[in-house]
């Protein structure tokens, strides 16, 4: 229990930093954060193999991909009034009350099972136990899902495509580069040929 | 052992933080950060409710729902990058031409 205590106030605050901090950076590392949390706690709920990936997949991949993006966008920070001031004091409201039906409808949650036979039932969620379901019960998902990452691939690939024929401040300003570089040869040439 | 109503109030106090979030931010990536708060709220519930049947079928969901969750962000990240390079600001106060 101390450790489930110990581990859900730092996932709250992690979670709290996402939404507060006005910095992406700042929130991307909260939400690490909290995500790094969660993967211990898959720990002490006997899921080991997801506790490993949530790690690679979700903290590593995933948030690293949000970090480039980020710092490739360099946005600065939002500025201007909130065009819908009255948003913020009804969504936090909202939230409390949403979380406060939610918390109560768990804890009318009866166990099905006793939780020392049940957890038994899980062998620690190793990845041996967790394959076999994935490659019996969850044969077509687990083929369906190679199709949509294939599928994922191809159309941010597609999206993020640069035309050359279309990028008029790329062309304008490679352009210069070379009338420039042309400038500097012609310049550095000219000396050279009244020498001689 | 925690029992898991506790588990599953975490999951439900996560998923409205990151709710909050996506309704006050109003950048589109951070509210892109929120929405992944929100999924890994179901994720954890979903852990939990595994080990109270001790059922393995919910932990192999979680591991498809990770996938879907790597596809996503690349496909959303994608077409921010995609917007950003038309009009320069990811507000989507600004990026409202969808609007009805």
């Known amino acids: 229990m101390v450790v489930f205590v110990i581990l859900a106030v730092l996932a709250i605050a992690g979670a709290l930093g996402t939404i507060t901090f006005k910095s992406g950076i700042y929130s991307a590392l909260s ?32 948030m690293v991909l949000f970090l480039f993006v980020i710092m490739l966008l360099n946005e600065s920070q939002m500025s201007g009034a909130d065009p819908l001031p009255w948003v913020q ?3 936090i409201a909202g939230g409390i009350v949403m979380a406060a039906a939610l918390a109560f409808t768990a804890f009318q949650f009866k166990a099905p099972k006793n939780l020392e036979t049940a957890t038994a039932a899980l062998q620690g969620g190793t ?7 994935l490659f019996t019960k969850f044969l077509l998902p687990f083929e369906a899902v190679s199709i ?6 191809v159309g941010a690939v597609s999206l993020v495509h ?10 304008t300003t490679s352009e210069h580069a070379t009338d420039d570089a042309y400038a500097d040869e012609v310049s550095s040439s000219n ?3 009244v020498v001689a | ?24 931010r109003r950048s589109a990536i951070q509210m892109f950060l929120c929405v992944e708060l929100m ?3 179901a994720n954890l519930a979903l852990v939990a409710f595994s080990r109270a049947w001790g059922d393995l079928i919910a932990q192999s969901a979680v591991f498809i729902i990770l996938t879907l969750a790597a596809a996503e962000v690349a496909i959303g990240l994608g077409i921010i990058v995609a917007i950003f390079k038309k009009r320069p600001t990811t507000n989507v106060d600004v990026l409202s031409s969808l609007k009805g």
């Open chain 2, 39 to 41: 999924l890994n709220a």
């Open chain 2, 1 to 24: 052992m925690v029992e898991t109503q506790y588990y599953i109030a975490l999951a439900a106090i996560l998923f409205s933080i990151g709710a909050v979030g996506f309704l006050t």
């Open chain 1, 148 to 153: 949509l990452l294939l599928i994922a691939v």
């Open chain 1, 162 to 171: 640069r035309q050359p024929a279309h990028n008029e401040a790329l062309e």
């Open chain 1, 127 to 133: 990845p041996g136990v967790i394959g076999e379901t």
């Open chain 1, 191 to 193: 000396p050279a040929k």
């Open chain 1, 89 to 91: 004091p009804v969504a």
């Open chain 1, 31 to 62: 939400l690490v954060g909290t995500l790094l949390t969660l993967a211990m706690m898959y720990v002490t709920l006997h899921a080991q193999f997801l506790a490993s990936v949530q790690v690679m997949v979700y903290a590593g991949a995933i």
